[in-house]
């Protein structure tokens, strides 16, 4: 099929949902506008002020959640759930921006239940004819073909991760050393591919199917013969990705095992020195938390109060985590453990038995995570960035995972892409997963990702899925 023409057909597929999305929502709101002349004599008339807010509330919040993304699985529970929060958003911001053109004078008053109409009726559309598109998507990736050059760590790595995310196509692997040619590339299991050899001749038989060439293996691996042939490949219909950005592609987040200072010098970090991006998160830290700490005083009186009564010790947990710069902190938690709790495993468990009733309730609704709004208000945190870590903690993942260090390049949040992308972490090897999504988020540090998490975070509040 070729890289570059599966390129084309991302932006086609993108372009396409769009169009329908547009089409879509013109046709609901008509159709409402018509209805309601007919039946109530107040359908008003077509607003196309009112059209452009609609799309705009529905568009923005959809593509948060990869509502126009070729490769999100559209009929996936965890996207229709995502859908939903989106089209919710979606219909706060489309009331929104009609009263305020009303209180400015303007008369879109016939307007409200239009919208309303519009942006209710829309999600049943969406998702359905979104599912029809996703099968089709899933079906011609499930024709297309994979070469992975590597037959060491980063291949066997790379292997696994195809697993856990159930990649739909064909996939083959190729030997970087000329004597693992025919052998197992994991062995002892069963369903482990064949290494094969001579990548320039599958290549030409496999081009129109070919998705891209994914180099798992360092450059020290290849021969020098092999490093030409992936540069002559490179140029060809077919593109050779690194293991890395195949990965950041497809499945956003950074394989820790494929990154070099290198790569952090050379184009690792950079978005972190968008200065005017830090200077307004950092406003927007401090009017939402403090407006946070105002409206949701009530709430914190009534948790606290809940807390102790049911066990002894103070409603408060305080701990010294690890931020910006390394630099330690205080944060500030509802406490959902026994007191002493924290002298024990350092890690939480399902169904730990030092977390109280009341507790559990706050870890499932991310309750528990709100008094660090005042660590927010304070500089200490953001509302949005990696997991602060107990200090005890990181002096361990410090030695043993490489590059953990680099979390702390940006202020750590109460929610962030590790946190809304991977299970609460339970041992070193989770804490080695969510490092890669920490380090997706550093490098791909925006506003738009910013969002998307928000529109992720409250799916994960609503399913109670915090732990």
């Known amino acids: 099929m070729g890289y570059r023409k599966a390129k084309n057909n991302s932006i086609f597929f993108t372009l396409l949902v769009l169009v329908l999305d547009v089409l879509v929502l013109s046709g609901i709101y008509a159709i409402s506008i018509l209805v309601r002349q007919e039946v109530f004599g107040t359908g008003g008339r077509m607003e196309w002020e009112v059209m452009a807010a609609i799309v705009t509330a529905t568009v923005a919040p959809l593509a948060m959640v990869g509502g126009y993304n070729r490769y999100t699985q559209m009929t996936s529970a965890r996207f229709l759930s995502e859908h939903a929060v989106a089209s919710f958003i979606s219909l706060l911001l489309g009331f929104t921006v009609v009263f305020a053109f009303t209180t400015f004078g303007q008369t879109l008053n016939a307007a409200r239940g239009n919208v309303g109409i519009t942006l209710v009726c829309f999600p049943v559309l969406s998702i359905l004819y979104r599912a029809g598109l996703s099968q089709r998507v899933q079906r011609s990736l499930a024709g297309q073909v994979l070469f992975v050059v590597g037959d060491g760590t980063l291949a066997k790595d790379f292997l696994?991760?195809?697993?856990?995310?159930?990649?739909?196509?064909?996939?083959?692997?190729?030997?970087?050393?000329?004597?693992?040619?025919?052998?197992?590339l994991v062995e002892k299991d069963p369903q482990s591919p064949t290494l094969r050899g001579d990548l320039n001749t599958a290549v030409?038989?496999?081009?129109?199917?070919?998705?891209?060439?994914?180099?798992?293996?360092?450059?020290?691996?290849?021969?020098?013969?092999?490093?030409?042939?992936?540069?002559e490949i490179h140029f060809r219909e077919t593109v050779a990705q690194s293991f890395y950005s195949f990965c950041s592609t497809y499945w956003k987040f950074v394989p820790t095992s494929q990154l070099s200072l290198w790569w952090v010098i050379d184009d690792g970090f950079r978005l972190n020195r968008d200065f005017t991006f830090e200077r307004f998160k950092r406003l927007f830290d401090v009017i939402l938390s403090g407006l946070g700490l105002l409206v949701l005083a009530p709430l914190f009186a009534v948790v606290a109060l809940v807390i102790r009564m049911e066990s002894k010790g103070p409603a408060i947990f305080r701990q010294l985590r690890v931020g910006l710069g390394e630099q330690t902190f205080t944060v500030y938690k509802f406490r959902s453990m026994q007191v002493g709790s924290q002298n024990g495993d350092k890690y939480t468990r399902e169904q730990d038995q030092r977390i109280t009733r009341i507790?559990?309730?706050?870890?499932?609704?991310?309750?528990?995570?709100?008094?660090q709004l005042w660590n927010v208000l304070k500089?200490?945190?953001?509302?949005?960035?990696?997991?602060?870590?107990?200090?005890?903690?990181?002096?361990?993942?410090?030695?043993?995972?490489?590059?953990?260090?680099?979390?702390?390049?940006?202020?750590?949040?109460?929610?962030?892409?590790?946190?809304?992308?991977?299970?609460?972490?339970?041992?070193?090897?989770?804490?080695?997963?969510?490092?890669?999504?920490?380090?997706?988020?550093?490098?791909?540090?925006?506003?738009?990702?910013?969002?998307?998490?928000v529109l992720k975070t409250i799916y994960t509040m609503i399913g109670g899925k915090g732990r």
Do not use: C
């Not at 750590?412 to 804490?431: E, K, M, R, S």
């Open 379 to 453: 500089g200490d945190m953001s509302l949005i960035g990696p997991r602060a870590e107990w200090v005890d903690l990181v002096k361990d993942y410090e030695i043993k995972i490489p590059y953990y260090h680099f979390r702390h390049l940006v202020r750590p949040g109460i929610t962030g892409w590790a946190q809304v992308n991977y299970p609460y972490g339970a041992n070193l090897q989770d804490t080695i997963e969510k490092l890669k999504y920490d380090l997706y988020y550093v490098r791909h540090y925006s506003f738009t990702l910013d969002l998307a998490i």
């Open 160 to 184: 696994r991760m195809l697993r856990v995310f159930s990649w739909p196509g064909e996939v083959h692997f190729f030997a970087t050393h000329p004597k693992r040619v025919g052998q197992p």
């Open 204 to 231: 030409s038989e496999q081009l129109q199917r070919l998705t891209a060439v994914v180099i798992a293996a360092q450059s020290e691996e290849l021969t020098s013969r092999q490093r030409q042939q992936l540069m």
């Open 359 to 371: 507790g559990a309730f706050l870890r499932k609704s991310r309750i528990d995570e709100l008094p």
